[in-house]
Nanobody
Framework: EVQLVESGGGLVQAGGSLRLSCTTS????????IGWFRQAPGKAREGVSS????????EYADSVKGRFTISFDNARKTVYLQMNSLKPEDTAVYYC??????????????????WGQGTQVTVSS
């Protein structure tokens, strides 16, 4: 059974940094991708970044390019999202998710079939 557990959220001032972790288990092989998504109050869940487990290909939403970095530690089966230069508009619940359908790398939430419980990120101005 695939399981995803997020950690690392918290409260930070604008301009600060946080690193989120997504600890994974239950995968067979490396034919999957991990994505980070976020959902602010009253807004739809949106894709932030994603990475393939096999070759480490990455994708970023325009709103976070140059500020966020996704990485995959294969030994620890953990995906990290390093978030720098945080802005108040980055405030949201952040979720990691797994796409095990062997589709192309994407930030479309409908492609992801396993989800974590989420971790809150709050950026104060």
């Amino acid at each position: 059974e695939v399981q995803l557990v997020e950690s690392g959220g918290g409260l930070v001032q604008a301009g600060g940094s946080l690193r989120l972790s997504c600890t994974t288990s239950g995968f067979s092989g490396d034919g999957y991708a991990i994505g980070w998504f976020r959902q602010a109050p009253g807004k739809a869940r949106e894709g932030v970044s994603s990475i393939t487990a096999s070759f480490g290909h990455t994708e970023y939403a325009d709103s976070v390019k140059g500020r966020f970095t996704i990485s995959f530690d294969n030994a620890r089966k953990t995906v990290y999202l390093q978030m720098n230069s945080l802005k108040p508009e980055d405030t949201a619940v952040y979720y990691c998710a797994a796409d095990t359908t062997y589709g192309p790398l994407t930030l479309e939430k409908g492609a992801y079939d396993h989800w974590g419980q989420g971790t809150q990120v709050t950026v104060s101005s």
